[in-house]
């Protein structure tokens, strides 16, 4: 059942939304060459502790898999998502993806963005620049009365039409209480299909773009999910609040994505 959220759980979910936003600025000024991912993992452990917050990621385990055994997920490369931080040393051309989450007050907020490592190929610029506009193609239809499909549709639309692959076998998702509530928010699909949106929904969308095919493959750890082809990836994501006016953007503050 989709959970339509009180105007008492939206202002905790802005609240949650906001510190996310903060802390994915703090980790995207420190990631810089030759700082490894446990580096930025230990600073957002830091600021989720000094803020009073819990961690949305730690200790994670759906489906049988082995608990998430850090705060953030660091993806470089050809890593779409899920990419467990460890002593990888950030790089010249690396393409970095920061997928972050935290609790406030038992309401989460959920966030990623991608950025450059210095100077990167201008095939991932665009990569990022076109990942980046089909993730706010799909908010710009989050409004009551249309319908999860357009939402999806908007983003495969935008992705596609630039020549890059949208990710099958990973989609958005209702947040509020519990991290991944219903209903799944495929970054594909026709438009016109699916849940009616309303008032009150609270859905994180994150799209998933590939430079090349949209196949995925897990690594051995089964977490971090990579590209088939080992051609870049990148992740945009953001909190959005069904409004009877505009989308609310929760994870989302001066200088975000």
């Given at each position: 059942m989709i959970q339509l959220k009180s105007g008492r759980e939206l202002e905790r979910m802005r609240v949650a939304g906001r510190h996310v936003a903060?802390?994915?600025?703090?980790?995207?000024?420190?990631?810089?060459?030759?700082?490894?991912?446990?580096?930025?993992?230990?600073?957002?452990?830091?600021?989720?502790?000094?803020?009073?917050?819990?961690?949305?990621?730690?200790?994670?385990?759906?489906?049988?898999?082995?608990?998430?055994?850090?705060?953030?997920?660091?993806?470089?490369?050809?890593?779409?998502?899920?990419?467990?931080?460890?002593?990888?040393?950030?790089?010249?051309?690396?393409?970095?993806?920061l997928d972050f989450g935290a609790i406030f007050e038992g309401f989460h907020g959920d966030s990623a963005c991608s950025l450059a490592v210095g100077e990167v190929s201008p095939e991932v610029r665009r990569l990022l620049e076109v990942t980046r506009a089909a993730l706010h193609a799909g908010i710009a239809q989050m409004r009551p009365g249309n319908r999860l499909g357009d939402v999806s549709h908007a983003v495969q639309e935008t992705v596609e039409r630039?020549?890059?692959?949208?990710?099958?076998?990973?989609?958005?998702?209702?947040?509020?209480?519990?991290?991944?509530?219903?209903?799944?928010?495929?970054?594909?699909?026709?438009?016109?299909?699916?849940?009616r949106l309303r008032e009150g929904m609270v859905l994180a969308i994150e799209p998933m773009v590939n430079a090349g095919t949209y196949a995925v493959e897990i690594r051995e750890d089964r977490w971090t999910a990579v590209t088939a082809d080992g051609r870049p990836s990148a992740h945009f994501e953001h909190t959005v609040a069904i409004t009877s006016d505009a989308p609310e953007v929760l994870t989302q503050v001066p200088g975000s994505h």
């Amino acid at each position: 059942m989709i959970q339509l959220k009180s105007g008492r759980e939206l202002e905790r979910m802005r609240v949650a939304g906001r510190h996310v936003a903060e802390i994915l600025l703090e980790l995207r000024e420190l990631a810089k060459p030759g700082v490894t991912t446990a580096e930025i993992d230990r600073r957002a452990d830091l600021e989720i502790r000094r803020r009073g917050l819990a961690s949305s990621f730690r200790g994670y385990a759906p489906g049988g898999l082995p608990p998430y055994p850090a705060v953030v997920c660091t993806s470089v490369n050809d890593e779409i998502v899920h990419g467990i931080p460890g002593p990888r040393a950030l790089a010249e051309g690396d393409v970095l993806k920061l997928d972050f989450g935290a609790i406030f007050e038992g309401f989460h907020g959920d966030s990623a963005c991608s950025l450059a490592v210095g100077e990167v190929s201008p095939e991932v610029r665009r990569l990022l620049e076109v990942t980046r506009a089909a993730l706010h193609a799909g908010i710009a239809q989050m409004r009551p009365g249309n319908r999860l499909g357009d939402v999806s549709h908007a983003v495969q639309e935008t992705v596609e039409r630039a020549g890059f692959s949208v990710v099958r076998d990973f989609v958005g998702h209702g947040i509020g209480r519990v991290m991944h509530e219903p209903p799944q928010l495929p970054n594909f699909g026709p438009p016109g299909r699916g849940p009616r949106l309303r008032e009150g929904m609270v859905l994180a969308i994150e799209p998933m773009v590939n430079a090349g095919t949209y196949a995925v493959e897990i690594r051995e750890d089964r977490w971090t999910a990579v590209t088939a082809d080992g051609r870049p990836s990148a992740h945009f994501e953001h909190t959005v609040a069904i409004t009877s006016d505009a989308p609310e953007v929760l994870t989302q503050v001066p200088g975000s994505h």
